[in-house]
């Protein structure tokens, strides 16, 4: 079945760095990764997606890679600010009604 | 509107109790989820519903019930959980159920279930 591994599982930045998440999964059936970010005690909310016909997205401070043919996709967020301290799911749709999650990565920005 | 709205945010249960979430989308949206979400862990799929029909059911027991009363409406029928299940459950939907639709999350209901 679909596997997503996502890496690292707790991640602690200077404010001001660069934070990047990884995601490889196994099944190259997929065409879509969004990325989600949940803070404590909210809803997951949509940060940046891709489709596979796109090897970058850039929306501000946040990008996204795929490498389809390595199948993993990235999450680089640069010029960090506390607001970004949440919990980050990756996820992929492999071809079906299911969204496949990561297991998530604990972003910490140290002020 | 561009939200995914969910009753009640908390809800206390006892075992013995029948309770029901709702959840509703006024986006249009022909496709919508149930998940549950425990503490430090990923949303986990339990239903999918597309065009008010139920398509997935990923093994959840029978405990938990689904409904779609209409194309803005779904409900999550509870009845004699355990307390394992206390958990956030949440809502989500997309504008069909195709590989490419980005799905939107409710803020959830924060179950617990004593």
């Known amino acids: 079945g679909e596997n997503v591994e996502q890496h690292p599982s707790t991640l602690s930045v200077q404010e001001g760095d660069s934070a990047v998440i990884k995601c490889t999964y196994s099944?190259?059936?997929?065409?879509?990764f969004p990325w989600y970010k949940q803070e404590l005690g909210k809803r997951p909310q949509l940060i940046i997606d891709?489709?596979?016909?796109?090897g970058e997205k850039k929306d501000q401070r946040i990008a996204v890679t795929l490498n389809k043919t390595a199948k993993h996709f990235s999450l680089h967020i640069t010029e960090t600010q506390p607001e970004d301290s949440a919990v980050y799911f990756c996820?992929?749709?492999?071809?079906?009604?299911?969204?496949?999650f990561g297991t998530g990565t604990r972003l910490t920005i140290i002020p | 509107d561009t939200e995914v709205t969910q009753t009640p945010k908390h809800l206390v249960m006892g075992m013995t109790n029948k309770k029901s979430l709702k959840c509703e989308q006024h986006?249009?949206?022909?496709?919508m989820y149930w998940y549950k979400q425990k503490a430090k862990k990923p949303p986990e799929l339990m239903f999918v519903?597309?065009?008010?029909?139920?398509?997935i059911n990923e093994s959840v027991p029978s405990r938990f019930s689904p409904e779609c009363p209409n194309s803005s409406l779904l409900n999550l029928h509870l009845h004699a959980l355990q307390p394992e299940d206390s958990a956030l459950y949440l809502c989500?939907?997309?504008?069909?159920?195709?590989?490419?639709?980005?799905?939107?999350f409710g803020p959830g209901t924060r179950l617990l279930v004593l």
């Open positions: 989500a939907s997309s504008q069909e159920t195709s590989a490419q639709e980005t799905q939107y």
């Open positions: 099944d190259s059936a997929s065409n879509y």
């Open positions: 891709i489709r596979s016909n796109v």
């Open positions: 996820a992929g749709n492999f071809g079906n009604e299911k969204l496949t």
């Open positions: 986006m249009g949206h022909r496709a």
């Open positions: 519903y597309s065009y008010e029909k139920l398509s």
